[in-house]
């Protein structure tokens, strides 16, 4: 089995909540896992002296997760958050770094929030975020540098290279979510940034967050690779809504479980 953390995160109302200390709070779980991991340990402990109860051998939950593979995985707002946080390596320095993630799972994420907020996404919600807990929302023309700080695609071209105009030949601004303009308001980063591999998952049924949204962001990484690291869309039919892509006893959540350990097995996505 696997050791599963939920992680909690402030939202818009909350203080210090939205831009950008939602996004830490992510980031901020992570690297408290050991302390977490320690704490689960001390109860697994405590519960066996009051029951007698004996831990097997490879069943008592590991003492440092360091090492061990990572998953983060999110859904909406969760898997936006997930995709921020593989550009987020700067806040895993020294002894931190065994702790970035191996993988990240974006279950029906918001992949361009400039486009969302042309959209209206949610009824507004990116805006809101933007804005903050006391600010009011907040537009991409009103605050184009927080939006490219936790925009995903704004962070993919940041990271793996300005915006060739190939691969948004003959797109509507719409369809691209102007990303035009992301090689002048993100320049390539001088080193190369060690990314992290992303399961995008997406449905054809989502009246959330459009499949084509998802599949644009999927297009954008395939064209950067090898520079962009690998990534691989898993799309389900108009059956899967956007809550139901999640639902942990459907088949859907069960062929998302069947990629992560086959990735996890060999260390790539299957052909």
Not at 101 to 112: K, R, S
Not at 189 to 199: D, I, K
């Amino acid at each position: 089995g696997w050791a599963v953390v939920e992680v909690e995160y402030r939202r818009r109302e909350h203080p210090g909540g939205g831009f950008l200390g939602s996004n830490l709070d992510v980031a901020g779980a992570l690297k408290s896992l050991p302390k977490a991991f320690r704490k689960l340990r001390e109860f697994e402990l405590e519960a066996a002296q009051e029951t007698g109860f004996q831990i097997g051998e490879g069943t008592a939950a590991p003492i440092d997760p360091g090492g061990l593979p990572i998953v983060v995985v999110g859904h909406g707002t969760g898997g936006t958050m997930g995709l921020w946080l593989t550009h987020q390596r700067a806040l895993f320095r020294k002894a931190y770094a065994k702790l970035f993630p191996t993988l990240v799972v974006a279950i029906a994420p918001v992949t361009d929030l400039r486009l969302a907020a042309a959209l209206n996404l949610s009824e507004g919600a990116v805006p809101l975020y933007i804005g903050a807990e006391k600010g009011p929302p907040l537009e991409p023309s009103e605050a184009p540098r927080k939006y490219s700080e936790v925009d995903p695609t704004s962070l993919l071209y940041r990271d793996y290279g300005g915006f060739g105009r190939g691969a948004g030949e003959g797109k509507s601004d719409e369809a691209s979510g102007g990303q035009d303009n992301y090689a002048e308001e993100c320049p390539p980063v001088a080193a190369f940034c060690f990314g992290v591999p992303v399961l995008l998952v997406g449905s054809e049924g989502d009246e959330e967050v459009p499949l084509a949204m998802v599949r644009t962001y999927h297009d954008a990484r395939l064209a950067l690779e090898p520079r962009a690291p690998p990534s691989r869309l898993l799309v389900f039919g108009a059956e899967d809504s956007h809550a139901s892509l999640c639902d942990a006893s459907s088949e859907t959540w069960g062929r998302v479980v069947t990629e992560i350990e086959s990735f996890l097995e060999v260390g790539s996505f299957s052909s």
